[in-house]
């Protein structure tokens, strides 16, 4: 296993954070996500790209794990990109019922949510690292994201390889963490529905996509059928990766290279002549990549977070207390 040290993060945020006040939390979270994972490891992905979505909307504050409340007002976590897509929401609660039951109001569902990324990254991967910690979950009084902020902060995935670098730029990331980040693609799935554009009518023809390789596209379009033109039928998931769909590496980016990545905001990477070279290099050489996820995970988890007095300590994950 790749055990990486702590690098970039909000000087606020602390490695050991809980030594004293909650010594076995990390154990907690750890213990929780390796038996869900063993049985299902697309909750591993879910989880990462969980606290990814968290993180871009608001900052990490888990406002994302927060259900609609009481007069139709919708959370982040109801929005289209959001549900059904995310998954492992119960192994985020099942860890904090656990870390309550001995350090009660003491650790953050956002920093659970921190560690449960960094688990599921080394039960799926072998990639472990060092985690600060000290954040605090949002309120619903104005730090609750609202519906709309979902789509003004997550870039869609038809976003092409610009509107990911500008969109990345905004929360302090640069072209080359963007790509990075991407490779949590190496695992996971994504519904047909989000992608079927590229199979049957690409650029508003009756054509498909020409940038995705033929027998990769005649897979796709036996497992997702042609939707409806009045919506609604069958929307099944495939792997993001289809190569190793339930490992945490590189290899995400050698399928890119052969015209097989499932979203455009994915195949877009090797269009682009700026982030084609991060690809070529992550393709190349894996011990690289991994190295620059742990980084960019780190860096990514410091966005706009809560501290000290701010925010609060939810007793459940779901609801504001």
Same mark, same amino acid.
């Given at each position: ?98 870390? #309550?039951?001995?350090? /009660?109001? %003491? ?6 949510? *921190?560690?449960? &990324? =960094?688990?599921?990254? @080394? ?28 789509? #003004?902060?997550?870039? /869609?995935? %038809? ?6 670098? *500008?969109?990345? &730029? =905004?929360?302090?990331? @640069? ?42 596209? *005649? ?103």
């Amino acid at each position: 296993m790749l055990l990486v040290p702590a690098v970039y993060s909000d000087p606020s945020l602390k490695v050991g954070f809980y030594k004293r006040s909650c010594p076995a939390v990390e154990s907690i979270v750890r213990r929780t996500v390796r038996r869900a994972v063993s049985r299902n490891p697309g909750i591993g992905g879910g989880i990462i790209r969980m606290h990814f979505h968290d993180c871009f909307v608001r900052g990490c504050d888990g406002s994302v794990l927060l259900k609609s409340g009481p007069g139709g007002k919708q959370s982040e976590r109801d929005h289209p990109a959001n549900n059904p897509g995310l998954r492992g929401f119960e192994v985020i609660e099942e860890a904090k019922n656990r870390i #309550e039951s001995v350090c /009660p109001n %003491t650790v953050s569902c956002a920093d659970i949510l *921190a560690f449960a &990324a =960094r688990d599921s990254s @080394s039960k799926l991967g072998r990639i472990n690292y060092a985690v600060p910690a000290g954040r605090r979950d949002g309120r619903r009084d104005g730090r609750v994201t609202v519906f709309d902020e979902v789509t #003004e902060n997550l870039p /869609p995935p %038809t976003s092409t390889a610009d509107q990911l670098v *500008a969109n990345f &730029a =905004r929360k302090g990331l @640069s072209a080359d963490e963007m790509v990075t980040l991407s490779g949590a693609h190496s695992i996971g799935a994504s519904h047909c529905s989000s992608f079927s554009a590229r199979l049957y009518s690409f650029n508003g023809t009756h054509d498909q996509d020409p940038s995705l390789d033929r027998k990769f596209a *005649a897979a796709l379009k036996a497992t997702c059928p042609r939707p409806p033109r009045n919506g609604g039928g069958r929307d099944p998931l495939v792997p993001l990766d289809s190569a190793t769909p339930n490992w945490l590496d590189n290899k995400y980016y050698v399928e890119l290279t052969a015209g097989r990545g499932l979203l455009t905001s994915d195949q877009t990477l090797v269009e682009n002549s700026l982030t084609r070279k991060y690809v070529a290099v992550n393709a190349r050489y894996g011990a690289t990549w991994t190295a620059k996820y742990v980084k960019a995970m780190v860096k990514m988890g410091s966005i706009d977070v809560l501290t000290g007095s701010q925010g609060e300590i939810r007793s459940s994950c779901s609801f504001v207390n």
